[in-house]
Antibody, heavy 116, light 109 residues
């Protein structure tokens, strides 16, 4: 069974940093592209970042470019999102999602709250 | 700034048929945008229904179908059930960035 479990969310002050993790199981992690998507409270979905299976290709949304870094450790079946210079508008539930046949599986999300 | 536009809200009767659409500010949506459709119910993570325009996952109910219609991506629900009441999002691929539509709130009434 494919499972994606996010962790690392919490309350952080503006300007602070946080590292999100996504633990994957039930499939060959290194063979799949992965993405981060966020959803601000009461708002729609926003694509944040993409990483290929080998980490050779990475993309970021303009809203997070230069502040967020996506990475993965295929030996640990884990995806990461290092977030720095956090802003109030980064407050959201952050989901990791797998690309198999198109987008397929999603995690349950982890809440990041940026507030003083 | 690329914008993907969906109907903000639609209402359908149980057993009826409804079509949700997804338009791109850059022009006609084609298969090269690899449209995906997602369903999200309150308090839940999104669930992927359709990928690459019209392909279904193993968990996608048969009453959901995807297509291209009049320069837009479309999601059609036939024989709507009360449990289909949810927010629906489309997603288009722009060669590196992906852009979600704003979502359609589907009410079954």
């Amino acid at each position: 069974e494919v499972q994606l479990v996010e962790s690392g969310g919490g309350l952080v002050q503006p300007g602070g940093s946080l590292r999100l993790s996504c633990a994957a199981s039930g499939f060959t992690f290194s063979s799949h592209e992965m993405k981060w998507v966020r959803q601000a409270p009461g708002k729609g979905l926003e694509w944040v970042s993409y990483i290929s299976g080998s980490s050779s290709t990475i993309y970021y949304a303009d809203s997070v470019k230069g502040r967020f870094t996506i990475s993965r450790d295929n030996a640990k079946n884990s995806l990461y999102l290092q977030m720095s210079s956090l802003r109030v508008e980064d407050t959201a539930v952050y989901y990791c999602a797998r690309a198999g046949s198109g987008w397929d599986y999603w995690g349950q999300g982890t809440l990041v709250t940026v507030s003083s | 700034q690329t914008v993907v536009t969906q109907e903000p809200s639609l209402t359908v009767s149980p057993g009826g048929t409804v079509t949700l659409t997804c338009a791109s500010s850059t022009g006609a949506v084609t298969s090269g945008y690899y449209p995906n459709w997602f369903q999200q119910k309150p308090g839940q993570a999104p669930r992927t229904l359709i990928y690459s325009t019209s392909n279904k996952h193993s968990w996608t109910p048969a009453r959901f179908s995807g297509s291209l219609l009049g320069g837009k991506a479309a999601l059609t629900l036939s024989g709507v059930l009360p449990e289909d009441e949810a927010e629906y999002y489309c997603l288009l691929y722009y060669g590196g960035p992906w852009v979600f539509g704003g979502g359609t709130k589907l009410t079954v009434l």
